[in-house]
């Protein structure tokens, strides 16, 4: 019996070697396939077996064409070549994830008309969706997850039908959510994504986790839109510098532009006209409003703004309560309700909350944090802002103003239009933009360590948050540092993924930040500044490495030399310096709390490089001398860029 029956299989997987039993065309598809796409070893195809016979291929009962391919994780790398795959006019499934695809998705994918199941996550795919994948009516599961995608999620996914599966999480997809209702959708998710925006009803009832990691996602499992900033339109996450003109805007047409303009203006005056309705029928309610606490040291809204809004805004106590608070000394003079009607556009999210750049009509800018999952009650945040809006420095960002209420907490804060030194380093590295030199460089560093000893000093406050993209530009490459002493609105749990890549050691366990897990901080920041390199990128060669410890174990092994930012080669007679500003910053990044210098130190200490360097071109980074350094005034731009100077 079981002898007859293993001839029986040797004689069918003979025949089948020698019948012509080959599906032909998709043989030729997938030997084109595989010769041009690099792939491993272990994936090898015998030209002269059936193609039947592959691994990673299965063929219909009668073999006469490929059912389906299967290739997860065999190496395969580049760009899927057209005229390959996508003649598989048969084929029902099709898994190439967890390979290093890189490229577009060919047009000829469309041809594929009858591929039920389509598995392309975890590549490095890009481009838009893809259009020929919106052709596949017959699909059922769709996942393009963990790729580069980018570009919107079209409204033609709803021409699939038979869709139960669909997973764009983890890419770079911006835009609103289409409404996308393929009639029997039982999983989705578009997590870790650049989407803003409402969630269509269509797709309220997938949880949270479905939608988390978007740059402004709101409505549905999430909380609801913000009447102050209707889901604005999409934008780059960091503010780029002013010289660089911005290409997204040039690529909108001009009825695009009208068409959010007028958008932009209809929902602003219905939302200010629902305002006054709300606040006209309060007024009523109650006729004699008690007059609120006074607040200690602030100066109401209405300081040196006209009656009129007054008498939209002042009349209630619930208005009264929940107005713009704003500090002495500053220099704005608007309200609610112009803030209400500036235009927003997003600058960044970050752990705690997203920030606006709010342009209110009499031309002045702001930045507004909407800040996220406070905790204290709001006694305590307005005792933790008098403590902030009293610190000035001109190297600290000053708060200037902020909102309280039960849903939605606002900050106001200057507005820094040179941007941040994480966009100034790290921004389109290589495609022919000013490096930054090392005068500016030593001038940031000392700058932020004043405006941060300031903060510890003068203001007796913790600042966090000491990462490059809070380090904010003035003119003349001054730092000014922002987004400080924020923790204690959030309790104790403060977000895991806050400033990772600059969190001292002994924080993740004790999940408090100190003085001195400021200064590990600001240590990371100096080796940023000379190495170039952003403590939060994977590129430092192992993987799971902070740059403090890659730093360390380039220093040990003496290759002192090789840590510092190539753009920073070329320039003379300042390797001496970086070493010494370099040794600072491995002081502040000690793994013991207790062998970090304090902040008054670091700030003598960069301060001593300057001194050092007597004969040549010798900086400092204040033209004030009563600030510090003494007396030495520079020529301005004293060290030479490399093109200038004889090699
Ligand atoms: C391919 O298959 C033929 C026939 O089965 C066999 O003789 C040959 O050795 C195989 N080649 C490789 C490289 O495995
Ligand atoms: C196999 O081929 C026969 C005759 O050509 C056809 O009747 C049958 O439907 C085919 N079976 C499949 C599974 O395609
Ligand atoms: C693929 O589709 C195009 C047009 O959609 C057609 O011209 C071409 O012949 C198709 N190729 C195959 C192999 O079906
Ligand atoms: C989606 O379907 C509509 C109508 O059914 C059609 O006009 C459109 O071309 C389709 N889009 C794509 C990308 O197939
Ligand atoms: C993702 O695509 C963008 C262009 O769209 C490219 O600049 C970037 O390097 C890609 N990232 C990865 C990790 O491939
Ligand atoms: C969506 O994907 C993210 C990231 O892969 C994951 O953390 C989350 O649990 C997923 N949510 C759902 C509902 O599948």
């Not at 039920?116 to 890009?126: E, G, I, P, V, W």
Request: glycine fraction near 8%; hydrophobic fraction near 40%; proline fraction near 7%.
């Amino acid at each position: 019996m079981a002898v007859s029956f293993v001839l029986f299989l040797v004689s069918v997987l003979i025949l089948g070697g020698r019948v012509d039993s080959e599906p032909v065309q998709d043989k030729q598809a997938l030997l084109a396939f595989i010769r041009q796409t690099p792939h491993a070893n272990r994936l090898q195809w015998n030209e002269s077996v059936s193609a039947c016979d592959w691994m990673g291929v299965q063929c219909d009962g009668n073999r006469s064409f490929v059912f389906t391919l299967r290739l997860p994780g065999v190496g395969l790398v580049g760009p899927i070549p057209p005229n390959t795959l996508g003649q598989l006019g048969q084929l029902r499934v099709l898994s190439l994830r967890s390979n290093r695809l890189s490229g577009q998705i060919p047009a000829d994918f469309s041809n594929m008309t009858l591929l039920r199941s389509l598995y392309l996550q975890d590549n490095k795919f890009t481009g838009e969706f893809p259009d020929s994948v919106t052709r596949l009516t017959r699909l059922n599961r769709l996942d393009l997850s963990s790729n580069n995608f980018s570009g919107s999620i079209p409204f033609a996914v709803n021409n699939l039908t038979h869709l139960t599966r669909l997973f764009l999480a983890n890419n770079k997809f911006s835009g609103n959510l289409p409404s996308i209702n393929p009639g029997d959708l039982v999983d989705f998710n578009v997590s870790n994504n650049n989407l803003n925006g409402l969630i269509p009803d269509t797709l309220a009832k997938f949880p949270a986790s479905a939608f988390t990691g978007n740059l402004d996602l709101c409505g549905g499992p999430l909380p609801p839109c913000n009447p102050f900033f209707p889901s604005p339109a999409p934008s780059p996450i960091l503010p780029s510098p002013p010289a660089i003109p911005q290409k997204k805007s040039k690529k909108l047409s001009t009825a695009a532009v009208i068409a959010i303009a007028v958008a932009s203006a209809i929902v602003a005056f219905l939302l200010l006209l629902c305002l006054i309705l709300c606040l006209r029928r309060q007024k009523r309610l109650q006729p004699k409003p008690e007059k609120p606490p006074v607040m200690p040291r602030t100066v109401a809204a209405e300081a040196g703004t006209s009656s009129s809004k007054d008498d939209i805004i002042g009349g209630s106590a619930e208005a009264e309560r929940n107005r713009l608070v704003f500090f002495e000394g500053g220099i704005y003079s608007f309200d609610l309700e112009d803030l209400l009607r500036a235009s927003a556009e997003v600058l960044g999210k970050g752990s705690v909350g997203t920030s606006y750049k709010a342009v209110l009509e009499e031309g002045t800018t702001v930045v507004v944090k909407r800040l996220k999952d406070v905790v204290v009650s709001k006694k305590e945040f307005e005792m933790q802002m008098e403590v902030l809006g009293k610190i000035k420095h001109e190297n600290v960002v000053p708060l200037r103003a902020y909102y309280y209420s039960k849903d939605e907490k606002l900050l106001v804060y200057d507005f820094m239009r040179d941007g941040s030194l994480s966009a100034l380093l790290h921004g389109s590295r290589g495609s022919g933009r000013t490096p930054l030199d090392w005068d500016n460089r030593m001038r940031i560093a000392l700058s932020a360590a004043r405006g941060l000893a300031h903060l510890h000093i003068a203001g007796k406050v913790i600042h966090g948050n000491i990462k490059s993209s809070n380090i904010l530009l003035k003119p003349e490459h001054d730092a000014c540092i922002s987004d400080f002493g924020l923790n204690p609105l959030f309790g104790n749990t403060m977000p895991p993924s806050r400033v990772a890549g600059y969190r001292a050691p002994e924080v993740l366990e004790t999940r408090k930040v100190t003085f001195k897990s400021d200064v590990y901080s600001f240590g990371v920041l100096l080796l940023e500044l000379l190495t170039g390199k952003a403590p939060n990128q994977a590129s430092l060669g192992e993987e799971g490495i902070d740059l403090p410890r890659w730093v360390q174990s380039v220093v040990r092994e003496e290759w002192t030399a090789e840590v510092f930012d190539v753009e920073l080669m070329g320039y003379n007679n300042i390797e001496e310096e970086m070493v010494q500003l370099l040794q600072i910053g491995m002081s502040c990044v000690s793994t013991v709390p207790d062998q970090r210098p304090n902040m008054a130190e670091v700030v003598r200490m960069i301060e001593e490089i300057n001194r050092g360097d007597t004969d040549d071109g010798l900086r400092q980074s204040s033209d004030d001398p009563s600030k510090g350094s003494d007396g030495h005034t520079p020529p301005t731009g004293s060290r030479t860029p490399p093109r200038s100077v004889t090699p």
